[in-house]
């Protein structure tokens, strides 16, 4: 139907990876032979054939047997193309043998198994016939347009529905029948000055970058917005699918700001290193949001095509747009020699990380490299990535002969991240400095909040209050999730125009477990925490899900139902441990110790991770049955377990005081502070204790 009056974008569109993110299993679509081959993993001899015009794939089922399965879909196809196959109750599963889609010369044309290490057996997560490898869940949601999920969670079932498989127009446009119906009228009927489409993506209309003739940058005409707003609806769309986030519910568009629907990650351990490196992945626009290039109002589209998924101008012709190529495009700045890899913009400002063995993906936060700076807080750097065999200080050394008048980095942040996240004296004072600061990125604002609250540092009252105001919608969850259930800080969140927000101030409200505070009797409160039940059921399929279900249906008082929400989460996963420590909680809330210390028990003998909480909720259990030695050796074990854990930490010390151990308490109060010297809690305990022996 669009390709009637937008034939160019519609060519653009056509053989995309937009286009082919997913398609039905065809002679055409299917990239891999299927004629025979064979692939050993360990303890798992698959291969695969054609057999009545379908693919086949013989590999291990959810019991580890050998079975045929057919593939119904493609899925991707550079440099990879995996498989889906259906199985019960609606389920769409990736396979996680997948076809290397590179020629040959380069080391493609060959079935990868992308877990060789792992080697998951069935009934665990990662086993591709599992949670990890659901499509409904994981995937679909940007592989096909207008999705609706359709979990039920009574029946464990699914009855997803899609308008079309892959990124269509109406995926990135939203809904299109009243732009139809628009373009069918005559011109001078035409009235309605948005056409008939929900969002208009005309931001770079009218916009142009020209050069400074004395530094060389570019600038662009125009007044901007706050960093926060630049650009957002082309972003907020781009971003749906180009972020590592979590959503709330699919019934959104792309009209609706990102935060309507989903919620971006942040500056995180594990996803980012500390400097906003990426180290998962991320997908681009969390690294995008911490760049020079975005806070000066640069979009997606100025370097993609967003139709071909191509660069507006090949190679560092895309940067050479704006950048002027007589002093970037020369061996003066970029050190190697003409035409070489090393002289490419994006090997040092766009570095790639490698995921699922072969993809590389750029980082796009566009950083000038530090590799000293890089190296002091363990963080890659572009330079030592290409020269393996060099330092960093090698590095730092050419650059400086190069460049001794060298342009001050953008990213400045990643000293202090680094340092609270590994436990420095005073780091919180220079984290909380960089959320104070308006100039920095709101993504790094909002990791500002989310690393203090984690670190178990208190914020100053005045700054959490400016979070919750702030205009950023990602600065103003963060700071509700850390306001410690303040009632007065949440409270006018509740009715904050975006769902992230508001949920965000539910949460930090239910969990201060002041049941009450006037916050949590009135109707902006019920509304919100039914939104914030209906996100969580959205996401039943997944045991995370259903846990915080139960917690939050606990808190309301509605103890059957959390009973029910943490049973529903093992039968999802057995191993999964928080659902065993929320259920025992519940118990103890009902007076039903035997059934709590039960849950418990599940918990260590399936739980795969979390055994210091199981330990800790063990040692609480039987230091109220009255067991002080027991209660002290599990305390003592999941110290152990989880060295580092404040509130493990805390109650073994507290433990230790109230059973006659005062001096072996503030010994190991002193230790934790060695390590969390920003924590709050433990200084206020050590102040405490140590007053009374005076």
């Not at 996680?96 to 079935?111: F, I, V």
């Not at 208190?458 to 600065?475: E, G, K, R, W």
């Not at 029910?564 to 039903?592: E, K, P």
Request: include cysteine.
């Amino acid at each position: 139907m669009c390709t009637g009056c937008h034939a160019e974008e519609a060519r653009s569109w056509s053989g995309s990876q937009h286009q082919v993110a997913m398609q039905t299993a065809n002679d055409q679509t299917v990239l891999a032979p299927f004629r025979g081959e064979s692939m050993r993993e360990p303890g798992v001899n698959s291969s695969f054939s054609r057999r009545d015009g379908a693919f086949q794939v013989r590999t291990s089922d959810v019991d580890g047997a050998l079975k045929d399965f057919a593939v119904r879909y493609t899925f991707g196809v550079a440099p990879l193309q995996q498989y889906l196959v259906e199985l019960p109750r609606g389920r769409l599963q990736a396979l996680g043998l997948s076809w290397d889609t590179r020629p040959a010369q380069e080391g493609g044309q060959r079935w990868l198994d992308l877990y060789p290490a792992s080697a998951p057996g069935a009934k665990d997560p990662s086993h591709w016939t599992d949670l990890d490898h659901n499509w409904n869940y994981m995937c679909a949601d940007c592989h096909a347009t207008n999705l609706r999920k359709n979990y039920d969670a009574a029946s464990d079932t699914y009855h997803t529905t899609w308008s079309e498989i892959g990124v269509g127009c109406e995926a990135c446009h939203g809904p299109a029948s009243n732009h139809v119906d628009w373009a069918k009228h005559t011109p001078q009927s035409r009235t309605d000055p948005s056409k008939g489409l929900v969002i208009r993506l005309d931001e770079r209309r009218g916009v142009t970058w020209t050069r400074d003739a004395q530094t060389g940058q570019p600038r662009r005409n125009g007044p901007l917005t706050t960093p926060h707003e630049l650009a957002a609806r082309e972003l907020d769309v781009c971003a749906r699918c180009h972020s590592r986030r979590s959503q709330f519910t699919d019934a959104v568009t792309a009209a609706d700001p990102i935060a309507q629907g989903f919620h971006v990650a942040l500056i995180e351990p594990g996803l980012y290193f500390p400097d906003g490196q990426m180290r998962d992945e991320v997908y681009n626009i969390g690294s995008f949001m911490q760049s020079r290039m975005h806070s000066a109002g640069v979009v997606c589209s100025d370097c993609h095509d967003p139709h071909s998924q191509k660069l507006r101008v090949p190679g560092d012709g895309v940067c050479l747009q704006c950048h002027d190529g007589s002093r970037y495009a020369a061996t003066s700045h970029h050190m190697h020699a003409a035409e070489s890899s090393g002289a490419r913009c994006a090997a040092c400002h766009m570095p790639v990380q490698t995921y699922m063995q072969i993809d590389q993906r750029h980082d796009h936060s566009l950083r000038i490299p530090q590799p000293a700076a890089s190296a002091r807080i363990g963080a890659p750097d572009a330079c030592t990535g290409c020269h393996r065999n060099r330092s960093a200080a090698w590095a730092e050394q050419v650059i400086a002969r190069s460049h001794p008048q060298r342009a001050t980095p953008f990213q400045t942040f990643g000293p202090a991240f680094a340092a609270l996240q590994s436990g420095k004296a005073g780091a919180a004072d220079a984290v909380e400095a960089l959320f104070r600061d308006k100039a920095q990125p709101e993504i790094v604002r909002a990791s500002a909040i989310q690393l203090l609250a984690d670190a178990g540092a208190t914020m100053q009252p005045a700054d959490l209050a400016s979070a919750v105001h702030d205009p950023s919608p990602m600065v103003r969850a963060a700071g509700a999730l850390a306001a410690n259930g303040d009632a007065n800080l949440l409270g006018p969140l509740l009715g904050d125009p975006l769902l992230s927000v508001r949920i965000a101030a539910v949460t930090g409200l239910m969990q201060s477990g002041d049941a009450t505070s006037s916050a949590l009797a009135g109707p902006a409160f019920e509304r919100a925490k039914g939104e914030y039940l209906q996100a969580l059921r959205f996401n039943a399929d997944r045991p995370e899900s259903r846990t915080s279900l139960g917690q939050t249906l606990a808190a309301a008082g509605d103890t059957a139902g959390a009973i029910t929400a943490y049973q529903g989460a093992i039968s999802l996963d057995r191993a999964y441990t928080a659902a065993y420590v929320g259920m025992a909680d519940t118990y103890r809330r009902l007076g039903d110790e035997a059934k709590a210390e039960k849950s418990l028990r599940d918990a260590r003998a399936f739980g795969r991770d979390q055994q210091g909480a199981v330990m800790l909720a063990l040692g609480l259990l039987q230091y109220r049955q009255g067991n002080k030695v027991d209660a002290l050796a599990s305390l003592a074990e999941a110290t152990r377990i989880e060295p580092d854990n404040v509130e493990i930490l805390y109650t073994y010390a507290v433990a230790l005081h109230d059973l006659g151990k005062p001096a072996e308490s503030l010994r190991l109060i002193a230790k934790a502070l060695a390590r969390h010297p920003d924590d709050a809690s433990l200084r206020q305990l050590q102040s405490a204790y140590a007053q009374e022996r005076r």
